[in-house]
């Protein structure tokens, strides 16, 4: 009954003072809202670069050339990274399942009266695989077709586009850089990754592009696929071991490539992806102080106002303790329907954001929950002294003030 005491009278005297109390709720109502709507936007960063990362490929390790220059001051890469390296590690390290040489560059690519420089990656037949490449039409190169340097190509969607103008590019001759290049694949559209678009690309055989198109002896990189379940920093041990053996480098001397997992890729950025969540986290929930010192202002007016009604209730018996109960008990519903009015805005937010922008949202119901319990320990907090203040009234000056 007590309770129900409480809630009622609370009730009727924020009523009393509708737009005081919406004035008192509204930092709350913002600041709730705000929280899980940065909160919401940061895990929703989050979930997109995982996807993003994981739709490089699977299970990946990329193994790259080393940046050349002193101190501190890097210049170029060294031209030092051989088939001979990715067929040691290849026979050498048992974890690794597959992998493909890398040559990476751009070119000159025409089709009739269509003209565009495109990316081109030269790879095995193993890329595909170990990049989550899938075909829409047609089917990647052979292992034979590399051999041979065939000059044959998989075309990006985007690519595609660009030349064809929407027709099936199977089939059809385009030169590159002056070579003539018959397409006999189609990617699936992947989506542009922002620092990189997979569907603006041509991919043809390793070997085509080294000696024919770019006329290197050397190759850009080596991207690795890993056994599902085995500890990737044991497997970058061995293949480190490897590659120091291959390049004949003391165990004293630094490293002439550079080796990275998709882990500590992923790690990374969910790192950078924390930090902003936090950041906006902590700059929306400001706006929540900011309400609670809202709430002590206008608690302490209506101590001010109601003094007379508290000189009434301790001549009629209530103690210090049941003013204080009831003070505080109002600004902490003040703050409950706040925060209430809050979480509902911040998922509208959410999903208002979702319809309208390509970036989404990721709402965690802790995050909710937290925002709440923060809103109702703010009332609750700067509600203390105004309540403190009124139980602490002399019943006689009280009685006596008008």
């Given at each position: 009954?007590?309770?129900?005491?409480?809630?009622?009278?609370?009730?009727?005297?924020?009523?009393a003072?509708?737009?005081?109390?919406?004035?008192?709720?509204?930092?709350?109502?913002i600041?709730?809202?705000?929280?899980?709507?940065m909160?919401?936007?940061?895990?929703?960063?989050?979930?997109?670069?995982?996807?993003?990362?994981?739709?490089?490929?699977?299970?990946?390790?990329?193994?790259?050339?080393?940046?050349?220059?002193?101190?501190g001051?890097?210049?170029?890469?060294?031209?030092?990274?051989?088939?001979?390296?990715?067929?040691?590690?290849?026979?050498?390290?048992?974890?690794?399942?597959?992998l493909?040489?890398?040559?990476r560059?751009?070119?000159?690519?025409?089709?009739?009266?269509?003209?565009?420089?495109?990316?081109?990656?030269?790879?095995?037949?193993?890329?595909?695989?170990?990049?989550?490449f899938?075909?829409?039409?047609?089917?990647?190169f052979?292992?034979?077709?590399?051999?041979e340097?065939?000059?044959?190509?998989?075309?990006?969607?985007?690519?595609?586009?660009?030349?064809?103008?929407g027709?099936?590019?199977?089939?059809?001759?385009?030169?590159?850089?002056?070579?003539?290049?018959?397409?006999?694949?189609?990617?699936?559209?992947?989506?542009?990754?922002?620092w990189?678009?997979?569907?603006?690309?041509?991919?043809?055989?390793?070997t085509?592009?080294?000696?024919?198109?770019?006329?290197?002896?050397?190759?850009?990189?080596?991207?690795?696929?890993?056994?599902?379940?085995?500890?990737?920093e044991?497997?970058?041990?061995?293949?480190?071991?490897?590659?120091?053996?291959?390049?004949?480098?003391?165990?004293?001397?630094?490293?002439d490539?550079?080796?990275?997992?998709?882990?500590?890729?992923?790690?990374t950025?969910?790192?950078?992806?924390?930090?902003?969540?936090?950041l906006?986290?902590?700059?929306?929930?400001?706006?929540?102080?900011?309400?609670?010192?809202?709430?002590?202002?206008?608690?302490?007016?209506?101590?001010?106002?109601?003094?007379?009604?508290?000189?009434?209730?301790?001549?009629?018996?209530?103690?210090?303790?049941?003013?204080?109960?009831?003070?505080?008990?109002?600004?902490?519903?003040?703050?409950?329907?706040?925060?209430?009015?809050?979480?509902?805005?911040?998922?509208?937010?959410?999903y208002l954001?979702?319809?309208i922008?390509?970036?989404?949202?990721?709402?965690?119901p802790?995050?909710?929950?937290?925002?709440?319990?923060?809103?109702?320990?703010?009332g609750?907090?700067?509600?203390?002294?105004?309540?403190?203040?009124?139980?602490?009234?002399?019943?006689?000056?009280?009685?006596?003030?008008?």
């Amino acid at each position: 009954m007590l309770i129900l005491t409480l809630i009622k009278v609370s009730l009727k005297s924020l009523w009393a003072n509708k737009m005081r109390s919406f004035l008192a709720t509204l930092g709350i109502i913002i600041g709730v809202g705000a929280v899980i709507a940065m909160l919401a936007l940061g895990e929703g960063a989050k979930r997109q670069i995982t996807q993003k990362v994981s739709s490089l490929g699977s299970n990946l390790m990329i193994l790259r050339p080393g940046q050349k220059g002193s101190r501190g001051v890097q210049s170029s890469t060294y031209d030092n990274l051989k088939l001979e390296d990715a067929e040691a590690i290849l026979h050498k390290v048992p974890e690794v399942l597959q992998l493909s040489p890398v040559i990476r560059g751009s070119a000159q690519v025409k089709y009739l009266n269509q003209n565009t420089r495109v990316p081109i990656t030269g790879a095995a037949v193993t890329y595909f695989s170990i990049r989550n490449f899938a075909l829409q039409h047609g089917r990647p190169f052979t292992d034979a077709e590399t051999r041979e340097q065939a000059r044959l190509a998989v075309i990006g969607s985007q690519t595609a586009d660009d030349l064809f103008k929407g027709r099936s590019p199977l089939g059809k001759v385009i030169k590159v850089n002056g070579l003539n290049f018959k397409i006999i694949g189609l990617l699936k559209v992947k989506g542009d990754e922002g620092w990189y678009n997979p569907d603006n690309q041509l991919i043809i055989p390793y070997t085509t592009a080294m000696k024919q198109l770019f006329g290197l002896d050397y190759l850009g990189g080596i991207d690795l696929q890993i056994k599902k379940g085995v500890d990737p920093e044991e497997v970058k041990k061995k293949i480190t071991a490897v590659m120091r053996h291959q390049h004949r480098i003391p165990a004293d001397m630094p490293l002439d490539f550079t080796l990275q997992s998709q882990a500590e890729v992923l790690e990374t950025l969910n790192s950078i992806t924390l930090a902003l969540t936090l950041l906006l986290g902590g700059i929306a929930s400001i706006s929540l102080l900011v309400g609670g010192i809202g709430i002590m202002n206008i608690m302490l007016v209506t101590v001010t106002e109601r003094t007379r009604e508290i000189g009434i209730r301790k001549a009629l018996g209530a103690r210090n303790r049941d003013i204080l109960r009831q003070f505080l008990f109002e600004s902490t519903l003040i703050s409950l329907i706040g925060g209430g009015i809050g979480v509902a805005l911040g998922i509208g937010i959410c999903y208002l954001i979702d319809s309208i922008f390509s970036f989404s949202t990721l709402i965690q119901p802790t995050y909710v929950a937290i925002a709440f319990s923060f809103s109702a320990a703010v009332g609750t907090f700067f509600g203390f002294y105004p309540a403190l203040r009124a139980a602490r009234q002399d019943p006689i000056e009280a009685l006596r003030y008008e």
